[in-house]
């Protein structure tokens, strides 16, 4: 009895919280969970912030998550986060070094997507570093979406701005722009 009591115990842990250890490969294309409620509608306390507006191959960029909630409200329990082209659904680079209480998971390469590694509270302004690919990959968009708790979560939150690729050619037209830029404000200034 006792062990049938047990195991019923486990079954029903189980069956509770599923997905407590990260998000399921399922939900790698739609970054749906595979949670029983449906998506929030209202407006996400939760945003995502990137470090630049420009990428290098290789380089490593910094991609935040925050509440806009009181300290004593705010935080997620749950993550799937991944960098697409615009419009796509094909994640792009690797993520490396993730945050406590999150791992690195695979969709199509290993690593190019994070998720939660339990449904711990991961705190407002948590810190994720992407790696762009060793080549252009054109421009980048980071989208996640963010489970407070099981029964609440946003679908698909867009990151406050998406990122392009920064050749050679346009650094050197982004640094001549610069400099007339400059050069009429100077001339204005006289």
């Known amino acids: 009895q006792t062990v049938a009591l047990v195991a019923a115990l486990l ?22 969970p595979k949670h029983v409620n449906p998506s929030q509608t209202a407006a996400s306390p939760y945003s995502i912030s990137v470090s630049v507006n420009n990428y290098k191959p290789g380089d490593t960029v910094t991609v ?3 509440d806009s909630r009181a300290a004593d409200a705010a935080g997620f329990r749950g993550i799937l986060m991944q960098a697409r ?17 999150t791992k690195l998971t695979k969709c199509t390469v290993d690593g190019d997507s994070v998720t939660h590694a339990n449904t711990n509270l ?3 302004g948590t810190v994720f570093k992407w790696k ?7 421009t980048v968009q980071f989208v996640a979406t963010v489970a407070e708790m099981k029964e609440k979560f ?17 650094l050197r037209m982004n640094t001549v722009y610069l400099a ?5 404000a100077l001339k204005a200034l006289m």
């Open 132 to 138: 762009a690919p060793n080549k252009n990959v054109g």
């Open 64 to 66: 935040t998550v925050s």
């Open 122 to 124: 991961k705190s407002s």
């Open 180 to 184: 007339i830029t400059a050069i009429v």
């Open 154 to 170: 946003w679908l698909k939150l867009l990151a406050n701005k998406a990122i392009t690729y920064n050749s050679a050619k346009n």
């Open 11 to 32: 079954f029903l842990a189980k069956e509770v919280s599923p997905y407590g250890t990260g998000a399921p490969a399922a939900a790698c294309v739609t970054m749906t």
């Open 85 to 101: 082209n615009p419009g796509a659904e094909v994640p792009l680079g690797t993520w490396v070094n993730p945050p406590t209480d």
